[in-house]
């Protein structure tokens, strides 16, 4: 039974910052952002654009660009660290805006980045399943990274939304649903208490951890993957694949990841300078580097980070990739942690719009950090504003969605200039 990616897109803010100025800005060497995190640009969110905003664009957008029927989806699962409420989640808000029916399940995952991977997963089993009787899934991945200004962190953050369309016509990728990995252990390494807007990070830990559940996940799809009698106990599990897609909080660290993943096949660890470590690197910026443009210029998208990285895959790939086999590892702060495999379908790159992403990142505006500073702050006040309508034309914003503040308790969306209450 074929399963898997039958279309995906995206949205990010209308405004973004470049990454030297951050650096000269904050006393720091540039070469540390542009190289040692490997860090361009950054998307920052105007207080018009929240996470409901940016799911709803990329939705939108999916359903436009594959031509997709609103009534075709029974399942809509959204993925987020960037809740908007305890209780109300943001697939509620969703699922009005983009006109879904009402015999559709709905509800929000939090597991940090991992929660919109735990999506896709929910939804092959769904699909799998059988229940889904023709219908379709919708994961949407929407966050906003948000540390504090002058941290480390801060060159980390980034904000944007994918939204992916999973069913029986894999016109992109088939989903490799037999075998899959996961690790899960309880780690304070990232986490963002209940009345705070930034996270809270143990940056150089958080590292150890995700090179650690990368560890734990590749380990456990192997030992699936033999127990199934689908993998032999000495297979590399990467060395058929036509690009490795990571987690992406900055370039660099799927950089560390790449690495790890070969020294796992490997069964060593490989000394820096080495000729082996020399290719290890070679073999990311084969396999790994060219489908991070998007992350490098947006920034870190904690749920959507992996999923940007594989949509800039499609978009590039070339016919040569039809058939081979990608790897996906996503990794939640807490942490979660999961491993898969996938297969580029025929027909793929007809499908993707070509270099639409690079159109979509051109078209974006150029802000100095003295903006990006007033921007922050005018978003860390803005949920408590009771009355007080937040106006697009003061962010020079040119959005159809927008999120214009709070009235009654209640957040106030407009769609195409028709306001939602
Ligand atoms: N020129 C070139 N490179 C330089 C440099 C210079 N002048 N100065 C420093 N560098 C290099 C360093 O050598 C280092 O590279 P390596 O890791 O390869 O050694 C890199 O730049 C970063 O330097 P530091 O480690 O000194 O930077 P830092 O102390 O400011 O912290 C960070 C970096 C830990 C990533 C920090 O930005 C942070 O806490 N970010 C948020 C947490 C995060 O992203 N963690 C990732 C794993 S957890 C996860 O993935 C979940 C999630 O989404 C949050």
């Known amino acids: 039974m074929q399963i898997g990616l039958e279309g995906i897109a995206f949205d990010i803010p209308e405004h973004f910052i470049d990454m030297r100025e951050l650096a000269g800005a904050r006393g720091v060497d540039p070469a540390k952002y542009l190289q ?16 409901v905003v940016l799911a709803a664009g990329a939705g939108r957008r999916l359903f436009a660009n594959f031509d997709v029927d609103p009534s075709s989806i029974s399942l809509l699962i959204v993925g987020t660290e960037t809740g908007i409420d305890h209780s109300l989640s943001i697939a509620s808000y969703l699922h009005l805006m983009l006109g879904l029916s009402d015999d559709c399940r709905i509800f929000e995952i939090k597991q940090a980045c991992y929660g919109a991977m735990a999506g896709v997963a929910m939804g092959i089993n769904y699909l799998l399943s059988g229940k889904a009787l023709g219908k379709k899934v ?30 029986h016509q894999p016109r992109l990728v088939e989903w490799e649903a037999r075998i899959d990995g996961y ?3 309880h780690v304070m390494d990232f ?44 297979e590399d599990v990467q060395k058929r694949c036509v690009a490795c897609l990571y987690h992406v909080p900055y370039v660099k660290m799927a950089q560390k990841a790449h690495i790890k993943l070969l020294e796992l096949e490997a069964g060593c660890a490989f000394e820096k300078e080495s000729p082996v470590f020399a290719a290890a ?88 950090i003295g903006r990006y500073e007033e921007m922050a702050t005018a978003c860390r006040g803005r949920d408590k504003e009771e009355g007080r309508v937040y106006l697009p034309e003061k962010w020079n914003l040119t959005r159809s969605e927008l999120y214009l503040g709070v009235k009654g308790r209640k957040r106030v969306y407009a769609i195409d200039g028709k306001i939602l209450e």
Request: hydrophobic share 40%; net charge neutral.
């Open 36 to 51: 040692g995190l490997g860090q361009l640009e950054m998307a920052v969110a105007s207080p018009c654009e929240d996470s």
């Open 138 to 167: 919708l994961v949407v991945a929407t966050d906003i990274a948000r540390y504090g200004q002058g941290s480390s962190g801060e060159a980390t953050q980034g904000a944007g939304a994918v939204a992916l369309l999973l069913s």
């Open 183 to 185: 690790y899960a252990r």
């Open 191 to 234: 986490w963002r208490p209940l009345d705070a807007q930034e996270a809270c990070v143990e940056g150089h830990y958080s590292i150890d951890c995700y090179l650690a559940a990368l560890e734990g996940a590749y380990r456990h799809y192997k030992a699936n993957g033999v127990r199934a009698g689908l993998m032999e106990v000495k």
């Open 281 to 368: 690197r070679e073999d990311f910026c084969r396999r790994t580097l060219p489908f991070l443009e998007l992350n490098s210029r947006v920034g870190n998208v904690y749920t959507a980070s992996l999923f940007l990285s594989l949509l800039n895959f499609l978009e590039i790939a070339t016919q040569e990739a039809v058939g081979k086999e990608l790897s996906l590892f996503s990794y939640g702060s807490g942490c979660g942690a999961e491993f898969v495999r996938a297969r580029v379908s025929v027909g793929a790159t007809k499908w993707m719009q070509k270099d639409s992403f690079r159109t979509r990142l051109a078209a974006r505006r150029l802000i100095g």
